[in-house]
């Protein structure tokens, strides 16, 4: 079983070789994507979200080599949410732009409430308030202002699964019994200065990115990376079989579950 938990983290550290540098070679190789009609307006959006994916995993990987995996739980959450940002925006394209302009003004407004409350001398209120104005939100469509809670758009267009995982980041990261009681020992009770809970980022940032990938390549016409993603995902695979086989878990049914990286 050690084998076999050694075989899968050396698997999921094989996907993270491929898709790591995956989108940054294809940005220094020059144009070579091109946006599908119905993401004109959104692809700075989804690039955005993607880079955000993609550095998050790249600083919870330099978070565990400092001995700090677990205190990453606000990252995790992170990457969980711009994933289900992301399927939200390649299942309605263009139309996500209005509805987050409004959530700009709207956010926007309540931070410069507070910088006003707070009396800080630093700001200009008048160019801050100039620049909410011009977004003119009030002009944009509300009709779909309900998606910008997560709960929302999870069960909507979540195809990974996520709100298990999202639930259990979001009780670490928060102030809460759980986030306490990492720094405790479980069996003596003593008191810790290094999280009991750490565990290796691999599988996670694996999965996520994987997940981010193939569902951002969705954004181009034609989707690019069919090579890369297929071994990344057969990579993946038999990483995560040999995980739950250490785990006495049985196969998973991969047909049912990862879609080819060519749909």
Known sequence: MIEQAVAAIEGYERVLRILLPLYRVTI????SLSVGPRYERAVNIAHGWYVRCLRSVEALLLLEGGGLADEGSAIRRSVIEHI??????????????????REHAKSGAKRLAALQDASWESIDFEGVAAELDAIRAEELDASQDFLLHFRQREQRFDQTRSLPLYLAETAISHPSYESANRYRDQATGEFLLDSWASSPQAPFCASELLSATMIFRQVFEPPPWDEELTEASSQFQTATDAARASAGLSPIDWDSLIPPASQ
């Open 84 to 101: 289900v940002a992301l399927q939200w925006l390649v299942a309605r394209g263009d139309e996500v732009v209005d509805t987050l302009a």
């Open 28 to 31: 220094a190789s020059g144009p």
